[in-house]
Every structure is written in structure tokens, then in C-alpha cells.
T-cell receptor, first 119, second 111 residues
Framework: DAGVIQSPRHEVTEMGQEVTLRCKPI?????LFWYRQTMMRGLELLIY????????DSGMPEDRFSAKMPNASFSTLKIQPSEPRDSAVYFC?????????????????FGPGTRLTVL | RKEVEQDPGPFNVPEGATVAFNCTYS??????FFWYRQDCRKEPKLLMS???SGNEDGRFTAQLNRASQYISLLIRDSKLSDSATYLC????????????FGDGTTLTVKP
């Protein structure tokens, strides 16, 4: 398996522009998580889905942020309009049925992240 | 109070040293416990799960004390390659629900 795939890996945009981050979870996993990481605030959970349904979006900072999961193999996180304080690394992670190696349902596999810079 | 609290460090130790990290959690209903490792500018990756009976993986030993709501990670004979941030992770369920990550403890192993 290719692991969790995120795109783009780097994004530089100007304040006010729309930003869309994409994630493909590991095939067979039924939970998907979006995180934001900064030096000041650490790793913050923004939203998570279970079986494509948003379960907890209490971490979404404000209405400028939205996330969708139209099917089991794709999710997007959108910021519109973007602001400089949104600059961070955004990680997508998935979890689900353990692999034959014995990982638990709660082991989260992270993608490489999208490094977002808003000027 | 944060749900998961860790000593942020940094811990600076010489090669070969033994170092221990501690973590406390506030939700007594927590069911699953993990240590993750995050290298600089990389994503977090699972280091090891933590079981009630304690578990060992090579130079790494993890222990859980449910009564005190406390998790520890012990690294023996530390290597330069152990330099990273170690994240304590706690989950209140066992079915792919959300987990709470600590802010991490930074370890630097020096020659």
C-alpha cells in the first residue's frame, strides 16, 4: 500500500485566496483525520470522519475552514479565504482495520503533510 | 488542564544514556495508549503501543499505570538516531475513533 497520500506537499498563496488540500487514505481504513501543526500550538485535530461521515468538527477554527469526504478514498480540506495565521503543516491521517502486522484500530497512519504558507 | 500532558524537554543526553519520558492523561475512560515518534519536518509515526502489563521493543520500554493515569517511555543505550520528538497519544475508545496527542517531548542525543 502506498500509505496516506496528500497533495500538494507545499503551497504558497496570498492572503484572501482559496486553498484546497487533498488526501487519499489507506485503502480499507474507515476513519480519516485532519490535523494542523504549528510550533506554537502543536498538533491540533481539526475534524475527523468515520465511514465518510463527519463525526467531530469541534477543532475547525472558524467558518473559513470546511472539509468533505465524498467517498472512502478521498477527502478535502478547504480554506476560504486564507489568512497568514493559517500558515502551518496540515496532516491527514487514517485508521481502521488492523493490518496483518497487528496494528490496532486506533493506530493512525499519517500522510507526509502539506506545508502551507499564506503571505 | 490539557487532556494529555508531557514534559516538553528538551532532553539533551549523550550517546549510550538512558532517558525516560513521562505522560499523564486526564480521561479515566481512556482505552488505548501509544507513543509516536516525529522526526524534524516529517509526519508522526507509531513507535509502540502501550499495554497494561508493560511492553518492550528492543531498547524501548513502555509502561502504563491506570490508577495514576500515567504512561512512560524508557529508552536505553540511546543512539544519535533516537533524536526526535516523542508524542504521547491516548484514545477513549478502541474502534478507530479520535485520539488525543500530547505536545511532545524533544530528545537530542549527542555524540
Amino acid at each position: 500500500d502506498a500509505g496516506v497520500i496528500q497533495s500538494p506537499r507545499h503551497e504558497v498563496t496570498e492572503m484572501g485566496q482559496e486553498v484546497t488540500l487533498r488526501c487519499k487514505p489507506i485503502s480499507g481504513h474507515n476513519s480519516l483525520f485532519w490535523y494542523r501543526q504549528t510550533m506554537m500550538r502543536g498538533l491540533e485535530l481539526l475534524i475527523y470522519f468515520n465511514n465518510n461521515v463527519p463525526i467531530d468538527d469541534s477543532g475547525m477554527p472558524e467558518d473559513r475552514f470546511s472539509a468533505k469526504m465524498p467517498n472512502a478514498s478521498f477527502s478535502t480540506l478547504k480554506i476560504q479565504p486564507s489568512e497568514p495565521r493559517d500558515s502551518a503543516v496540515y496532516f491527514c491521517a487514517s485508521s481502521g482495520r488492523p493490518t496483518s502486522g497487528g496494528a490496532s484500530y486506533n493506530e493512525q497512519f499519517f500522510g507526509p503533510g502539506t506545508r502551507l504558507t499564506v503571505l | 488542564r490539557k487532556e494529555v500532558e508531557q514534559d516538553p524537554g528538551p532532553f539533551n543526553v549523550p550517546e549510550g544514556a538512558t532517558v525516560a519520558f513521562n505522560c499523564t492523561y486526564s480521561n479515566s475512560a481512556s482505552q488505548s495508549f501509544f507513543w509516536y515518534r516525529q522526526d524534524c519536518r516529517k509526519e508522526p509515526k507509531l513507535l509502540m503501543s502501550v499495554y497494561s502489563s508493560g511492553n518492550e521493543d528492543g531498547r524501548f520500554t513502555a509502561q502504563l499505570n491506570r490508577a495514576s493515569q500515567y504512561i512512560s517511555l524508557l529508552i536505553r543505550d540511546s543512539k544519535l538516531s533516537d533524536s526526535a520528538t516523542y508524542l504521547c497519544v491516548v484514545s477513549a475508545n478502541t474502534n478507530a475513533g479520535k485520539s488525543t496527542f500530547g505536545d511532545g517531548t524533544t530528545l537530542t542525543v549527542k555524540p
